[in-house]
């Protein structure tokens, strides 16, 4: 170029300005591949994918509709936030009926694995947080939880606990302003708050509620948290039952979503592999009519269940209780949708590669995107998993000196280069990462959750010295970066993390058995394969040195469990919050080698997890894991840790009966009975044997008279004759010296299991209507407690004792003895289910035959929330619902539109328990009721919209079909005298007129008795007939000797009046 003119004034045509040096100014490589990175070579040749969704606005779209209908409502014209509205409510259902636009939506979102369920879901929190513009006072609250095909190691309820402990941790993390409303509600909820049973069934439950809830356990007694056991765990003495899980549940997701402003999204993945804890936890809550502001998104992969999946009864039942299957309970019309997600489209595929690789225009791409396309099928997940395989083998490279990605082969030899299937595609890629990074993906491959960082230095470390050791922190951070740069890991936050999808977990698994490499001294730097394992294994196909080189590496793995094993265990016993760990730790020692474990051991902690299962209401995974203890034991050896042994055997014996496995459960009674050394090391077996028996035959005559011969064989010599029962009574007044029953309220509490055996034995005698032997077995029961100390099933041999007495006509003793049990139920505050069933008894069958109704109305109720939430028997938590209506009929109460709110709950229960019989009961209360309010036609016939008589008869066997009638009968032939319809009056004396004047339910019988003598001496004043006047003067009769003399007042030749206060009032 021409020099410089130094003579300014002088021009030279011949100079042209500036074309010295470059033509234009030097830019950063960023400018031109638009890469905020490029500047760094060791970035160059990494794929950096899009971060915006592809192809999903459909589903975008439904997903926000969902949101935005509970979210928003138009009043005036102006946005009204629902979350500020307050709501109230309780078991019973005193709120207001929930508005259509109100309450929860709930989406089931389907799709194979891999097709960007997830991916949809964040995406979807994403534009919903941007759109609301969310702050701290009013946040959007999003939980997330994961099941994984790791079912056995997953502790129950694994996703209903990551999404509570998230909620939790988010709800803590708000404002002061709002943490502390927050807090403020939860205080004040009478359900929640403290010292109430259900802050202690949450805590015990869901741990991770500690930051939001703590203190609200404070002062509780009998609570779930009140009584912790040993090492670690958090077993209430009284375990809470699924029903009580589930009630709790539904009330803390109340408290919360009627207290943000903003409705909250919770998100569980993968439902497929659910326990069945949580799909009956979830069936309940989806299907409630009583939650607000919750948004359900529930995934799972279409292709891994069928109809007979447990999933799939769940979506069909939740559609059909929100969508208006059951009239009297659905929620809302539409809200349950059902997405199926697809792969995505050639075109969707080719615009992904093409932005990938910063093409643009897809035009550019499109051999590329075909032969992709061909091995994905537009699998977003398969598909990026492709692009970096043909990244790593230089298929697609990128051209440092051209700035941009660049390939040179046909579609047919990019075919060619993409492994046969993704897991294939992931091994290799594990392959290229460094040892560090592929030890730390093969210890978390083992373990289904999220894991802090502490915990993996933990794992990582080859001691407990080299913990805090830096070179092992900087390691295993390096190693962190590394796999989470690379896909194989996502960050929950700065310092947990967990495998970023299972098919990861996969192939870290699968290529475990290449690793050959790894020595005890270097655990932390073992591999799961290595290139040169890989081809010398492929090379060497069989021989001695092969076998030792594959001994040598299960010896490995073997070590390595164990070490992974250990470390758990110590974590899950520092806090409740981590007994998730000793799940996965106790399902890696069942696994391993029988040989590289020790035994004993090995029981106590399959013993441990199994109570702790229990305790989350779980009783099928208690039962899995208290089995597979058995499944690789010898019973020789089993039985040289005697104690062990019969601590195990007894646990899997109640187990088994519990879950109606009689025969499994016989089958291990049959092993106690051989082995154990004591009478009384055999009393559970006796007991479960006469239980199993009893219970799958039905015979309770012959199942007393099998529990008579046990009792005998302990010694109590049970008398059968009349004499030797007189007797009886003479020692036991001489065993009282001459005090009442009242003195039995002194007793001692002692630990003394055989109570238990008495009143299952006094049980069969009162279902088999032998009074006498309820008698002589109290008598015996009552002995044995003044002697030795009362057991905690004694208030319940008292009770049985009062109903018994109450039958005879023997009132003033039933009433002493019934009141005797209740005070015994003081003596043993924590057994919650005892107390409840001995209260229900004792005012159902006893203290209500001479005290008002009114008064049993409200304890019946109470009883019935203690026995749902401390997991009472089946027929126990809706019995006591039965004691409670025919109590508040017999009280005279009024018929608003509460009861039938609680009559539908109720049923609502009995479904979900799979009690046909208990729900034709409790749908002929309703009938009943709508009957009276309404203005029908025909209000004497059961043929409603609650319940329909002939419908019903012909669904129920024998049995309960005359159980059915009677009730039914009984309630009819009330509404026809109401109503004076005289042929339904003669039809239903008819039916009655067959069964017993007896009845243990005294407002039942009462109500029963009541109007059958009205409407007999009624039809007979009228000389409409004469046929049911002996009928009507046995009842009158029966409620002389029921303790009702006032009841009836007869006088021969004259009018009959019968005083019953029992015309309802309605509302």
Request: glycine residues 6%.
């Given at each position: 170029?021409?020099?410089?003119?130094?003579?300014?004034?002088?021009?030279?045509?011949?100079?042209?300005?500036?074309?010295?040096?470059?033509?234009?100014?030097?830019?950063?490589?960023?400018?031109?591949?638009?890469?905020?990175?490029?500047?760094?070579?060791?970035?160059?040749?990494r794929?950096?994918?899009?971060?915006?969704?592809?192809?999903?606005?459909?589903?975008?779209?439904i997903?926000?509709?969902?949101?935005?209908?509970?979210a928003?409502?138009?009043?005036?014209?102006?946005?009204?936030?629902?979350?500020?509205k307050?709501?109230?409510?309780d078991?019973?259902g005193?709120?207001?009926?929930?508005?259509?636009?109100?309450?929860?939506?709930?989406?089931?979102?389907?799709?194979?694995?891999?097709?960007?369920?997830?991916?949809?879901?964040?995406?979807?929190?994403?534009?919903?947080?941007s759109?609301?513009?969310?702050?701290?006072?009013?946040?959007?609250?999003?939980?997330?939880?994961?099941?994984?095909?790791?079912?056995?190691?997953?502790?129950?309820?694994?996703?209903?606990?990551?999404?509570?402990?998230?909620?939790?941790?988010?709800?803590?993390?708000?404002?002061?302003?709002?943490?502390?409303?927050?807090?403020?509600?939860?205080?004040?909820?009478?359900?929640?708050?403290?010292?109430?049973?259900?802050?202690?069934?949450?805590?015990?439950?869901?741990?991770?509620?500690?930051?939001?809830?703590?203190?609200?356990?404070?002062?509780?007694?009998?609570?779930?948290?009140?009584?912790?056991?040993?090492?670690?765990?958090?077993?209430?003495?009284?375990p809470?039952?699924?029903?009580?899980?589930?009630?709790?549940?539904?009330?803390?997701?109340?408290?919360?979503?009627?207290?943000?402003?903003?409705?909250?999204?919770?998100?569980?993945?993968?439902l497929q592999?659910?326990?069945?804890?949580?799909?009956?936890?979830?069936?309940?809550?989806?299907?409630?009519?009583?939650?607000?502001?919750?948004?359900?998104?529930?995934?799972?992969?279409?292709?891994?269940?069928?109809?007979?999946?447990?999933?799939?009864?769940?979506?069909?039942?939740?559609?059909?209780?929100?969508?208006?299957?059951?009239?009297?309970?659905?929620?809302?019309?539409?809200?349950?949708?059902?997405?199926?997600?697809?792969?995505?489209?050639?075109?969707?595929?080719?615009?992904?590669?093409?932005?990938?690789?910063?093409?643009?225009?897809?035009?550019?791409?499109?051999?590329?995107?075909?032969?992709?396309?061909?091995?994905?099928?537009?699998?977003?997940?398969?598909?990026?998993?492709?692009?970096?395989?043909?990244?790593?083998?230089?298929?697609?490279?990128?051209?440092?000196?051209?700035?941009?990605?660049?390939?040179?082969?046909?579609?047919?030899?990019?075919?060619?280069?993409?492994?046969?299937?993704?897991?294939?595609?992931?091994?290799?890629?594990?392959?290229?990462?460094?040892?560090?990074?592929?030890?730390?993906?093969?210890?978390?491959?083992?373990?289904?959750?999220?894991?802090?960082?502490?915990?993996?230095?933990?794992?990582?470390?080859?001691?407990?010295?080299?913990?805090?050791?830096?070179?092992?922190?900087?390691?295993?951070?390096?190693?962190?970066?590394?796999?989470?740069?690379?896909?194989?890991?996502?960050?929950?936050?700065?310092?947990?993390?967990?495998?970023?999808?299972?098919?990861?977990?996969?192939?870290?698994?699968?290529?475990?058995?290449?690793?050959?490499?790894?020595?005890?001294?270097?655990?932390?730097?073992?591999?799961?394969?290595?290139?040169?394992?890989?081809?010398?294994?492929?090379?060497?196909?069989g021989?001695?040195?092969?076998?030792?080189?594959?001994?040598?590496?299960?010896?490995?793995?073997?070590?390595?469990?164990?070490?992974?094993?250990?470390?758990?265990?110590?974590?899950?016993?520092?806090?409740?919050a981590?007994?998730?760990?000793?799940?996965?730790?106790?399902?890696?020692?069942?696994h391993?080698?029988?040989?590289?474990?020790?035994?004993?051991?090995?029981?106590?902690?399959?013993?441990?997890?199994?109570?702790?299962?229990?305790?989350?209401?779980?009783?099928?995974?208690?039962?899995?894991?208290?089995?597979?203890?058995?499944?690789?034991?010898?019973?020789?050896?089993?039985?040289?840790?005697?104690?062990?042994?019969?601590?195990?055997?007894?646990?899997?014996?109640?187990?088994?009966?519990?879950?109606?496995?009689?025969?499994?459960?016989?089958?291990?009674?049959?092993?106690?009975?051989?082995?154990?050394?004591?009478?009384?090391?055999?009393?559970?077996?006796?007991?479960?044997?006469?239980?199993?028996?009893?219970?799958?035959?039905?015979?309770?005559?012959?199942?007393?008279?099998?529990?008579?011969?046990?009792?005998?064989?302990?010694?109590?010599?049970?008398?059968?004759?009349?004499?030797?029962?007189?007797?009886?009574?003479?020692k036991?007044?001489?065993?009282?010296?001459?005090?009442?029953?009242?003195?039995?309220?002194?007793?001692?509490?002692?630990?003394?299991?055989?109570?238990?055996?008495?009143?299952?034995?006094?049980?069969?005698?009162?279902?088999?209507?032998?009074?006498?032997?309820?008698?002589?077995?109290?008598?015996?029961?009552?002995?044995?407690?003044?002697?030795?100390?009362?057991?905690?099933?004694?208030?319940?041999?008292?009770?049985?004792?009062?109903?018994?007495?109450?039958?005879?006509?023997?009132?003033?003793?039933?009433?002493?003895?019934?009141?005797?049990?209740?005070?015994?139920?003081?003596?043993?505050?924590?057994?919650?289910?005892?107390?409840?069933?001995?209260?229900?008894?004792?005012?159902?069958?006893?203290?209500?035959?001479l005290q008002?109704?009114?008064?049993?109305?409200?304890?019946?109720?109470?009883?019935?929330?203690?026995?749902?939430?401390?997991?009472g028997v089946?027929?126990?938590?809706?019995?006591?619902?039965?004691?409670?209506?025919?109590?508040?009929?017999?009280?005279?109460?009024?018929?608003?539109?509460?009861?039938?709110s609680?009559?539908?709950?109720?049923?609502?229960?009995?479904?979900?328990?799979?009690?046909?019989?208990?729900?034709?009961?409790?749908?002929?209360?309703?009938?009943?009721?709508?009957?009276?309010?309404?203005?029908?036609?025909?209000?004497?016939?059961?043929?409603?919209?609650?319940?329909q008589?002939?419908?019903?008869?012909?669904?129920?066997?024998?049995?309960?079909?005359?159980?059915?009638?009677?009730?039914?009968?009984?309630?009819?032939?009330q509404?026809?005298?109401?109503?004076w319809?005289?042929?339904?009056?003669?039809?239903?004396?008819?039916?009655?007129?067959?069964?017993?004047?007896?009845?243990?339910?005294?407002?039942?019988?009462?109500?029963?008795?009541?109007?059958?003598?009205?409407?007999?001496?009624?039809?007979?004043?009228?000389?409409?007939?004469?046929?049911?006047?002996?009928?009507?003067?046995?009842?009158?009769?029966?409620?002389?000797?029921?303790?009702?003399?006032?009841?009836?007042?007869?006088?021969?030749?004259?009018?009959?009046?019968?005083?019953?206060?029992?015309?309802?009032?309605?509302?």
């Amino acid at each position: 170029h021409l020099p410089p003119h130094d003579d300014e004034d002088d021009e030279d045509e011949h100079y042209i300005e500036g074309a010295h040096g470059t033509l234009a100014e030097q830019k950063d490589e960023a400018y031109y591949d638009d890469r905020s990175d490029a500047s760094d070579d060791i970035e160059k040749g990494r794929l950096k994918f899009p971060k915006e969704l592809y192809g999903r606005e459909r589903e975008l779209k439904i997903l926000q509709n969902c949101y935005g209908e509970i979210a928003l409502r138009i009043d005036g014209g102006n946005q009204v936030n629902l979350g500020e509205k307050k709501i109230e409510s309780d078991a019973y259902g005193k709120e207001e009926e929930p508005d259509p636009y109100e309450g929860t939506r709930v989406v089931f979102l389907s799709g194979y694995s891999g097709v960007g369920k997830s991916a949809l879901v964040n995406e979807f929190v994403k534009r919903t947080r941007s759109k609301y513009r969310t702050t701290d006072e009013s946040p959007i609250i999003y939980a997330s939880g994961k099941y994984t095909e790791m079912t056995t190691a997953s502790a129950p309820l694994c996703a209903i606990s990551e999404v509570i402990g998230r909620m939790a941790s988010d709800l803590s993390k708000m404002s002061d302003e709002t943490s502390n409303s927050m807090m403020r509600k939860i205080r004040e909820s009478a359900l929640i708050g403290p010292a109430t049973e259900c802050s202690g069934v949450l805590l015990s439950t869901f741990p991770a509620l500690l930051p939001l809830m703590g203190d609200t356990s404070r002062g509780v007694r009998g609570s779930a948290l009140s009584n912790l056991l040993t090492e670690g765990g958090s077993s209430p003495a009284t375990p809470p039952s699924m029903n009580a899980v589930k009630e709790c549940t539904k009330t803390l997701f109340s408290v919360i979503g009627g207290a943000l402003q903003n409705p909250m999204i919770i998100f569980l993945d993968d439902l497929q592999w659910g326990d069945q804890a949580s799909i009956e936890l979830l069936l309940f809550l989806l299907s409630c009519t009583k939650l607000r502001n919750i948004v359900f998104i529930c995934a799972y992969r279409s292709n891994e269940v069928d109809e007979g999946h447990l999933l799939m009864k769940l979506i069909e039942d939740v559609t059909q209780a929100r969508d208006g299957g059951d009239k009297d309970i659905a929620i809302h019309p539409n809200s349950v949708e059902r997405i199926d997600l697809f792969n995505l489209s050639p075109e969707v595929i080719a615009q992904l590669i093409a932005d990938s690789i910063k093409k643009g225009d897809a035009k550019g791409v499109d051999e590329l995107a075909h032969a992709v396309y061909q091995k994905t099928m537009g699998n977003i997940f398969f598909t990026k998993q492709a692009l970096e395989e043909l990244v790593r083998k230089n298929v697609i490279f990128y051209d440092v000196m051209c700035f941009e990605w660049r390939w040179i082969v046909s579609k047919v030899e990019v075919g060619n280069h993409l492994s046969h299937d993704v897991i294939a595609m992931l091994k290799d890629k594990i392959l290229h990462l460094s040892a560090d990074a592929q030890h730390l993906l093969l210890v978390m491959a083992y373990i289904p959750r999220a894991l802090d960082v502490s915990i993996l230095k933990s794992l990582m470390a080859k001691d407990k010295d080299s913990v805090y050791d830096t070179n092992t922190q900087l390691t295993l951070m390096n190693a962190l970066t590394e796999a989470s740069d690379g896909g194989m890991l996502f960050s929950i936050d700065s310092r947990c993390y967990i495998i970023a999808h299972d098919l990861i977990r996969q192939a870290c698994l699968d290529g475990r058995q290449n690793s050959d490499r790894y020595s005890s001294s270097s655990l932390r730097r073992s591999l799961i394969f290595t290139p040169d394992s890989i081809e010398h294994n492929a090379n060497n196909g069989g021989g001695e040195e092969q076998d030792q080189r594959n001994a040598v590496a299960e010896e490995n793995q073997n070590e390595l469990m164990l070490h992974i094993s250990h470390v758990l265990e110590d974590f899950g016993s520092k806090a409740p919050a981590n007994e998730w760990c000793l799940f996965v730790a106790v399902d890696i020692l069942n696994h391993i080698q029988r040989e590289k474990t020790n035994m004993n051991d090995l029981v106590k902690l399959n013993l441990r997890v199994a109570k702790i299962a229990r305790n989350t209401g779980s009783i099928h995974k208690e039962n899995e894991l208290l089995h597979e203890v058995l499944k690789h034991s010898e019973l020789t050896v089993m039985w040289r840790e005697y104690d062990l042994a019969l601590e195990l055997y007894n646990a899997l014996i109640v187990s088994d009966h519990y879950l109606g496995f009689y025969f499994n459960a016989m089958l291990l009674i049959k092993e106690v009975l051989q082995s154990a050394r004591s009478l009384d090391d055999k009393l559970q077996a006796y007991l479960y044997q006469l239980r199993c028996k009893t219970e799958e035959t039905r015979d309770y005559s012959q199942g007393f008279i099998d529990g008579v011969e046990i009792l005998n064989l302990y010694g109590f010599g049970i008398p059968t004759t009349m004499s030797n029962i007189i007797k009886e009574e003479l020692k036991l007044k001489v065993a009282l010296r001459n005090r009442s029953y009242s003195s039995l309220a002194k007793l001692p509490v002692k630990d003394e299991p055989i109570f238990e055996l008495f009143m299952t034995v006094q049980k069969y005698a009162q279902w088999s209507s032998n009074v006498n032997c309820v008698k002589v077995l109290s008598l015996k029961s009552i002995k044995h407690a003044i002697r030795f100390g009362m057991g905690r099933h004694f208030p319940t041999v008292i009770v049985y004792f009062a109903a018994s007495l109450a039958v005879q006509g023997k009132v003033k003793n039933a009433q002493e003895l019934g009141s005797v049990s209740i005070s015994l139920c003081d003596k043993i505050p924590h057994d919650k289910e005892i107390s409840a069933s001995v209260r229900m008894k004792a005012h159902g069958n006893v203290l209500s035959q001479l005290q008002p109704f009114c008064n049993s109305v409200e304890p019946l109720l109470r009883c019935h929330e203690d026995l749902k939430l401390s997991g009472g028997v089946v027929d126990n938590v809706l019995g006591s619902m039965m004691y409670y209506f025919d109590s508040f009929f017999a009280a005279g109460l009024q018929l608003d539109s509460l009861l039938e709110s609680k009559l539908l709950l109720t049923e609502k229960l009995c479904r979900s328990l799979g009690r046909p019989g208990f729900l034709a009961n409790f749908q002929i209360y309703r009938q009943f009721v709508d009957n009276l309010r309404s203005k029908a036609e025909n209000p004497a016939e059961f043929q409603g919209k609650a319940f329909q008589e002939e419908e019903a008869v012909n669904r129920m066997n024998s049995n309960g079909r005359k159980m059915m009638l009677r009730d039914s009968s009984s309630y009819r032939l009330q509404l026809a005298f109401v109503f004076w319809n005289e042929n339904v009056m003669h039809q239903m004396l008819e039916r009655l007129r067959g069964y017993p004047l007896s009845d243990q339910m005294v407002a039942r019988l009462h109500n029963r008795l009541c109007f059958t003598g009205l409407a007999a001496f009624a039809l007979c004043q009228r000389k409409v007939t004469t046929s049911f006047l002996k009928l009507g003067k046995d009842v009158s009769d029966h409620c002389v000797l029921c303790g009702w003399p006032g009841l009836v007042h007869i006088s021969p030749g004259n009018d009959v009046i019968l005083f019953q206060p029992l015309l309802y009032s309605s509302a």
